[in-house]
């Protein structure tokens, strides 16, 4: 058996008995750890029953306007919508309520503003991307996965799509990479992260040219060698492969990274996951998503 598919039947491992999948082991549902398992079975070209379970059970999670929310009795937290979005993609027998979640994206914006003279942060307050959750404010995460969702389900060339993706350009750093959506406060630059850059440039893939975010992948290779944390080291490989960056031993590192759950004990659904896909998503997290 290939090293992969121990971690992989560990993940099966959670799901649960009335379709999809827990957060943690022994947890309760939760439609984004589902998504994120649906999207790693996919990838790995694997237990296809239990793949279209999962998607059936995140139907079931969808309100009437199209979000996923991520619980009940949370509805405005509907950053989830996204990557049901994705984990629908391949699937026509939910072509409808992909349709619906995508209508509801297109239709969807945080909150914004013009900009003050003298405001302390130097980013375009007016560009309209995604919010955590309603009424707040657009930032990076949110912003980058639903452009990867537009992109996937064939909306890459929407007018909300080139608007996320100016907002994304916005927030880049001059130094190179993102962070969680702040540029300069107050004259000061704030730090890149390696997670937040990596799914800016997973959703960036294909809508701008190379030159205008090579400072952004200059950060991202530096960064990749020391990487062991699930979050940062899978959107960091999936960040480099959407632009033909991958490094040699990005399978290597993702085992290496799935190894240390003997030290610090099992990885959420989600983290488990997503390390999954990367192991396979030579050319990105689209690259999965047909």
Request: proline share 6%.
């Amino acid at each position: 058996m290939r090293p992969i598919f121990q971690h992989i039947n560990r993940l099966c491992d959670r799901v649960l008995p009335e379709g999809g999948f827990s957060a943690n082991v022994g947890g309760k549902y939760r439609p984004d750890a589902t998504a994120w398992a649906i999207l790693a079975l996919s990838a790995a070209g694997t237990k296809e029953d239990v793949v279209e379970s999962s998607r059936a059970r995140l139907v079931d999670s969808q309100l009437g306007d199209g979000r996923v929310s991520l619980l009940p009795e949370h509805p405005d937290a509907y950053w989830p919508t996204p990557l049901a979005v994705l984990a629908w993609q391949e699937s026509a027998a939910h072509l409808e309520p992909q349709s619906r979640a995508v209508e509801f994206l297109l239709n969807t914006t945080g909150l914004h503003w013009q900009r003050k003279p003298g405001a302390p942060a130097a980013h375009d307050p007016n560009i309209q991307g995604w919010p955590w959750t309603a009424n707040t404010f657009s930032w990076v995460e949110p912003t980058a996965l639903s452009l990867i969702a537009l992109q996937a389900a064939g909306y890459g060339g929407h007018e909300r799509a080139r608007e996320a993706t100016r907002l994304l350009m916005d927030r880049q750093l001059t130094q190179g990479g993102w962070n969680y959506g702040n540029t300069i406060v107050f004259g000061q630059e704030l730090r890149p992260m390696p997670e937040n850059t990596g799914m800016a440039l997973n959703a960036l893939a294909g809508m701008v040219a190379e030159e205008s975010i090579k400072v952004s992948l200059e950060y991202l290779e530096f960064q990749a060698p020391s990487l062991n944390t699930p979050l940062s080291l899978g959107w960091c490989l999936m960040g480099l492969g959407a632009w033909g960056k991958r490094p040699e031993n990005a399978k290597e590192q993702v085992l290496d990274s799935l190894k240390l759950q003997q030290i610090y004990g099992s990885y959420s659904t989600t983290l488990l996951s997503l390390l999954i896909v990367s192991y396979y998503s030579d050319g990105g997290l689209t690259s999965v998503v047909k």
